[in-house]
Nanobody, 129 residues
Framework: QVQLVESGGGLVQAGDSLRLSCAASGRTFSNYAVGWFRQAAGTEREFVAVVSGSGRNTYYSDSVKGRFTVSRDNAKNTVYLQIDSLKPEDTANYYC??????????????????????WGQGTQVTVSS
């Protein structure tokens, strides 16, 4: 059974930084890409970033490019999302997800929620102005 557990969220001020973590268990972690999505109140879950199984490839939404950095440590079965220069509009519940199958890498493909079979419970990030 694949399990994903996010952590690292909190209440911060605009301009601060946070590092979110997504700890995985239940299968060979390095075989699968892991994506980050976020969902603000009253909105749909939107793609933020994804990292390939090896960690060599990443892809970001245009809205976060330059401020967000996704990485992974396969020895620790953990994926990270570093968020710098936080803005109030970054306020959301942040989720990590992974697919049920290994897939060839193509960044834009991983922007689709339907690609992801397994999700964590989310970690809340609230940014005050």
């Amino acid at each position: 059974q694949v399990q994903l557990v996010e952590s690292g969220g909190g209440l911060v001020q605009a301009g601060d930084s946070l590092r979110l973590s997504c700890a995985a268990s239940g299968r060979t972690f390095s075989n699968y890409a892991v994506g980050w999505f976020r969902q603000a109140a009253g909105t749909e879950r939107e793609f933020v970033a994804v990292v390939s199984g090896s960690g060599r490839n990443t892809y970001y939404s245009d809205s976060v490019k330059g401020r967000f950095t996704v990485s992974r440590d396969n020895a620790k079965n953990t994926v990270y999302l570093q968020i710098d220069s936080l803005k109030p509009e970054d306020t959301a519940n942040y989720y990590c997800g992974t697919s049920a199958q290994t897939l060839a890498w193509y960044g834009p493909y991983y922007t689709q929620r339907d690609v992801y079979r397994y999700w964590g419970q989310g970690t809340q990030v609230t940014v005050s102005s």
